[in-house]
């Protein structure tokens, strides 16, 4: 019964059937956003506006179509057909291969009528043949009279490899499914952090006691005056506050320290120091009020105790000056980093206090998925080699000599004739 049942596993109709399940329910995953919040999908979603009649938000959360890849049944699905590969490269490759190194003998001449490539030669020729095969790299087997020849056997692991490299994929797809995690932080600069607004993790997810601290963040400008790059450097501290590792990222450079990897995502400004009349600093908050492409931050410094007078400044980069105007909306002046200006009183611009947004994410899938693409494409390449037999049965005035070739029938068609013509 086990192993009727692994044959159905391996039966290629219900591999290919399980292949179009997950194929389908990952378009599935890539038109609908995953990992959003609740009140996303109520705005994308809404019960009003039915897609085909019955898909709306309630349908989304309840059947786990916000995070498909996460979700029992379609791990369920990857399970199963890893198992599928596991059954066909056991009861089908395996024993394929080993037929193929089995010296399989033609003892008959109707055997050969089989063969689309076949010819016959003088008996007298049937040593040249043996070292002209020989010279062209094939296996010789031989009994008396009878020569059984191949080449390229290594063409044949090539499917078990392809097996070997899909079911490394599928077990890192779910290694990363129920062990990851991804989460985001927007830390000020000098803050100390952990992870902590984590948006999704795996049923079985350890989230990692690192403590980091954003020592500085920075943006580098093209001359046009808009943004090329913007870098953080971070520090990894042990549990007494010590720096372990020190590293600088920027977006598409990421840095990783102990499996978890960190992304520039983002930035924003929260605040800035002042010194008011050389005796003491304080800290403005920014906002950002307009809902545009073009972040720009503003915040008021009053100059009356009922804030009817003072200063608006305005900020739009991060290139260490800010713009003055007055309470009429009149621009003052551009001030820089230490910079002291008096306007009703002494004001210096200490700093530009920024914040950086990270994507802090750990994948324990992403090597066993790289280790199987590799595979991949060294199965590529191992299917280049072409697994070529040839058969001869000499008999008391004829040789009779056939072949038969798994791909490139053409080049193996031309070989074969080459071979028959420097026989003769």
């Not at 379609?74 to 395996?94: A, H, N, R, V």
């Not at 952090?193 to 948006?199: G, L, M, R």
């Not at 105007?325 to 200006?341: A, M, P």
Request: aromatic residues 14%; contains cysteine; positive net charge.
């Amino acid at each position: 019964m086990k192993r009727l049942f692994l044959k159905y596993l391996a039966d290629l109709r219900f591999a290919i059937f399980l292949l179009l399940l997950i194929a389908t329910f990952s378009i599935i995953g890539t038109v609908i956003e995953q990992d959003q919040t609740i009140e996303q999908y109520q705005l994308n979603y809404p019960l009003t506006t039915n897609i085909l009649g019955f898909i709306n938000w309630k349908f989304i959360i309840n059947y786990g179509l916000d995070h498909v890849y996460k979700t029992w049944w379609f791990i369920t699905l990857l399970i199963i057909f890893s198992i599928s590969l596991l059954s066909c490269t056991f009861l089908q490759q395996l024993p394929s291969l080993k037929i193929a190194r089995r010296c399989q003998f033609f003892r008959k001449k109707n055997q050969f009528n089989r063969l689309n490539i076949k010819n016959n030669l003088n008996s007298n020729v049937f040593s040249k043949i043996f070292f002209l095969l020989k010279k062209n790299n094939y296996s010789i087997f031989q009994q008396k009279n009878i020569l059984y020849c191949y080449k390229g056997l290594i063409g044949r692991i090539a499917p078990i490899i392809v097996h070997i490299s899909m079911i490394l994929i599928l077990l890192g797809a779910v290694l990363g499914a129920i062990g990851g995690f991804n989460g985001q932080e927007i830390i000020p600069k000098s803050e100390t952090f952990t992870v902590q607004n984590v948006i999704n993790k795996g049923s079985f997810t350890t989230l990692p006691k690192i403590n980091s601290r954003i020592n500085d963040f920075w943006i580098t400008y093209n001359p046009q005056t808009t943004i090329d790059q913007f870098y953080s450097n971070l520090s990894f501290l042990n549990n007494s506050g010590k720096e372990i590792s020190n590293q600088t990222i920027s977006v598409n450079h990421p840095a990783k320290y102990k499996g978890v990897t960190y992304y520039q995502t983002d930035w924003n400004l929260v605040g800035l120091r002042l010194k008011i009349n050389d005796n003491k600093i304080i800290q403005y908050p920014l906002i950002s009020p307009l809902a545009t492409k073009e972040k720009i931050w503003i915040s008021w410094i009053p100059f009356s105790n009922d804030f009817t007078d003072g200063i608006t400044i305005l900020i739009n980069n991060l290139q260490g000056y800010i713009s003055l105007y007055n309470s009429t909306g009149e621009f003052i002046t551009n001030l820089e980093l230490n910079e002291t200006i008096d306007i009703q009183q002494k004001i210096t611009l200490i700093d530009i206090i920024s914040s950086t947004g990270l994507q802090i994410k750990t994948d324990p899938g992403i090597t066993t998925i790289y280790t199987g693409f590799a595979f991949l494409m060294t199965s590529t390449l191992i299917s280049y080699q072409t697994y070529s037999q040839i058969w001869l049965l000499k008999t008391k005035n004829t040789i009779y000599v056939g072949g038969n070739t798994t791909r490139a029938k053409y080049d193996f068609e031309v070989e074969f004739k080459n071979l028959i013509n420097e026989t003769k």
